[in-house]
């Protein structure tokens, strides 16, 4: 499966639009609340597991709309934009998500 932000393939001709597809992750509170202590403690510095889990967590949302754009009889996803969101009263979570057109190309 082929997964790009451009909105075509070059070399490419694109046969099928079939649609939106999607996925998330969301990371919970806890590693919210100690990235945050960890940057004020650390300033400038980074850490590796918050990296690490956020990059699982996109990891995770691009192989969901990866399996959503395939289940459609996609060969390619385009266009695909990555977000990061916090959700809930108390900004007690952050998804990751990412958003795509399934298309068929030959």
């Not at 998330?24 to 690490?52: H, M, W």
Request: net charge negative.
């Amino acid at each position: 499966m082929l997964v790009t932000t451009t909105p075509n393939i070059e070399g490419k001709k694109i046969i099928k639009y079939i649609g939106l597809v999607n996925g998330e992750a969301i990371i919970g509170a806890n590693i919210i609340k100690d990235f945050l202590s960890t940057v004020r403690d650390v300033v400038g510095g980074r850490s590796g597991a918050y990296e690490q889990a956020l990059r699982e967590a996109k990891a995770i949302a691009i192989r969901e709309m990866m399996d959503q754009a395939q289940r459609l009889g996609a060969n390619a996803v385009i266009g695909v934009d990555i977000d990061l969101e916090t959700i809930g009263s108390s900004s007690s979570m952050l998804m990751v998500s990412a958003n795509g057109t399934a298309v068929c190309y030959e």
